[in-house]
Structures are given as structure tokens and as C-alpha cells.
């Protein structure tokens, strides 16, 4: 498993690691979304649904012309968390091309104000994943890649996270049309090794 860092003052990125094993037990309530949008909070306009087969629950983002996202409050010490999350993309989803999450957006989404410049443009599709620290005025990303109509699963990796209590997880995507389902996302206490 490959993890890189790229590290600007208090802004720490890492890159997709998919496959890695789970070693911890879930951090977040309600990752599939049995029980609604229950936990899960900030989008007004996402709904409760069940997936293409019926056979599970998730919840429906519909995109617009503004970022949408939605948010957990979680407590764990944990500096190294595992985020895995299934969604996939309806008939008729699309995201601004030219999409880039910056300071601004990162206010608008959070509150956070970032002291540090930055500037992560997304291909089209990409969304993010990420944990604020409010308490530190940090937060961790991942880019997360585009999905399809089918049912897309990734992992990924949160590490150097400060070792104090609560933090936000959020799940934040671009503006566009369509919608983004998801099914699951969880994150769990990883191996400090990360193997």
C-alpha cells in the first residue's frame, strides 16, 4: 500500500489507498444510512433511498450550483483512521468542469479559516472526503476518484490526525447536476503502521 503526503503548513493531503485491510471498529453511526439521513447533517436537500437492487439503504445527494455536503461529529483520539466509502452516480450526473477547492470554499463548507494558501483543482467527478479539526484549525483530505452508474467502493487512509477527541468528517462534492448516492462510509482506528 502506497500513501503520499503532500504537506503545506496545516494542510495535509494523501492519495487514494485502496485495498487496505480495516483493523478497527467504526468510528461514525449509521454508515449505511439505515436509518436515514439519522447522525448525518448540513444538506437539507439529501434524502433517504434504497439502491438500484433494493437491497440496501443510502442516501441520495442531489448536486447544484452551489458545493454540497454532509457531516458527522465524531470523538475518537485515533491518529490514523481508515475512510471507506461505496457510492455511485446517477443516470444524469455531471460535475462543473474546473471544480477547486480552496480557503473560500473551505469557510463556506466549515467555518475553518485556513491561514495557509491552497488550491486542489478536481477532474471532473472527483469529490472529497475529509476530516476538520475545528480545535486546531486543521483538516485532512482525499480526493475521492469518479464513479459510475455502478456501485464504486474506496478506501483510503487519515493519517497525523491530532490526538484529541472531536473532529468532523465530511463528504463534500463540487457543484453539477444529477445526484451522488451513497451507501456506506465509515471510517474505523487503522493500524499505526498501516499495514
Not at 18 to 29: E, K, Q, S
Not at 94 to 115: E, M, R
Not at 158 to 163: A, N, Q
Request: hydrophobic content about 40%; glycine content about 6%; proline content about 7%.
Amino acid at each position: 500500500m502506497i500513501t503520499r503526503f503532500a504537506r503545506a503548513g496545516s494542510i495535509l493531503a494523501l492519495t487514494i489507498a485502496l485495498a487496505a485491510p480495516a483493523f478497527g471498529y467504526d468510528i461514525l453511526l449509521n454508515t449505511d444510512f439505515s436509518d436515514g439521513t439519522e447522525h448525518w447533517k448540513d444538506d437539507p436537500n439529501a434524502t433517504s433511498c434504497l439502491n438500484a437492487q433494493a437491497t440496501s439503504s443510502g442516501v441520495m445527494i442531489p448536486l447544484s450550483s452551489s458545493w454540497s455536503k454532509l457531516s458527522q461529529t465524531f470523538d475518537t483520539p485515533d491518529p490514523t483512521l481508515e475512510l471507506d466509502v461505496t457510492y455511485c452516480l446517477s443516470d444524469d450526473c455531471s460535475f462543473a468542469p474546473n471544480a477547486v477547492f480552496d480557503p473560500s470554499v473551505l469557510k463556506q463548507l466549515t467555518g475553518i479559516d485556513s491561514a495557509q494558501s491552497f488550491s486542489v483543482p478536481l477532474k471532473p467527478g472527483e469529490w472529497i472526503a475529509m476530516i476538520a479539526d475545528p480545535q486546531a484549525g486543521t483538516f485532512h483530505y482525499v480526493k475521492l476518484p469518479a464513479g459510475s452508474t455502478n456501485s464504486k467502493s474506496v478506501r483510503a487512509l487519515f493519517t497525523r490526525l491530532l490526538e484529541h477527541e472531536e473532529k468532523t468528517f465530511y463528504l463534500i462534492f463540487p457543484p453539477g447536476a444529477g445526484s451522488v448516492t451513497v451507501s456506506h462510509a465509515s471510517l474505523e482506528e487503522a493500524s499505526q503502521d498501516g499495514n
